[in-house]
């Protein structure tokens, strides 16, 4: 067994513990300057599917929809699983207008879904429809 001097020891183990710190924060992502994260959407789709529902919640640039169920949905591997009717929150860009729709409102929208990274649910169109119409929620 190897014995080394109290103060060695301390040596190596903060060294070590430097060197594992040094190694963990290489893989950070790169935030602004600000400190905040990029909001654009620059990763291509992974899928897009067309939709209608009704809005339930506007929270900034956030939007949750109650959506019609979608038969053809695929999950990460490509399967088609489907989704059941249910309420899902999605990212909604400057470029995507709120204008003339409300909380209650039906609509068909057409979201991107991106299995990795931030944004992964975007809102890419948005389109009231007319009062009255029939959703399968």
Same mark, same amino acid.
């Given at each position: 067994m190897l014995r +080394? &001097? +109290? #103060? !060695?020891a301390f040596s190596i183990v903060c060294i070590l513990t430097a060197a594992g710190a040094l190694t963990a924060l290489s893989g950070c992502e790169e935030t602004s300057r600000a400190g905040s @994260? &990029? @909001? #654009?959407?620059? #990763? &291509?789709a992974d899928a897009t599917y067309t939709v209608r529902g009704r809005i339930a919640d506007v929270i900034g640039d956030d939007v949750s929809i109650q959506h019609e169920e979608i038969a053809d949905f695929k999950n990460r591997d490509g399967e088609t699983v489907g989704m059941m009717t249910m309420t899902m929150a999605f990212h909604r860009p400057e470029g995507v207008s709120m204008d003339g729709i409300s909380v209650g409102d039906a609509v068909e929208f057409t979201f991107e879904m991106r299995? $990795?990274?931030?944004?992964?649910? @975007?809102? #890419? !169109?948005? !389109?009231k429809l007319p009062?009255? @119409? $029939? +959703? $399968?929620l």
């Open positions: +080394l &001097p +109290l #103060a !060695s @994260t &990029p @909001t #654009a959407v620059t #990763a &291509p299995w $990795e990274g931030d944004h992964r649910l @975007t809102v #890419a !169109s948005l !389109s009062e009255g @119409t $029939e +959703l $399968e």
